[in-house]
């Protein structure tokens, strides 16, 4: 990735940990608005990191909840 891309999902990254420490959903939205007034380009760049992790998180959850019913299911009782 080129410099950019890495600043824009290291901070996505921390803010995704930041929103989810604080319960504060909204801090995603707000520091895109901030990197917004400063460059449009690193904003876009943030977001894109954002949906991919957010939606990397979601599969992978959804996906180990699969193998875990899986894995009950094999199980005798």
Do not use: H
Request: glycine share 6%; net charge negative; proline share 1%.
């Amino acid at each position: 990735m080129g410099v950019v891309e890495d600043l824009a999902d290291a901070l996505a990254k921390d803010a995704i940990e930041a929103a989810e420490k604080l319960g504060d959903e909204k801090l995603i939205t707000e520091v895109a608005k901030v990197l917004g007034n400063s460059s449009t380009t690193t904003e876009e760049a943030y977001l894109t990191s954002i949906r991919v992790r957010l939606a990397e998180a979601r599969a992978r959850k959804f996906l180990l909840g699969k193998i875990q019913a899986a894995a009950s299911a094999d199980t005798p009782e």
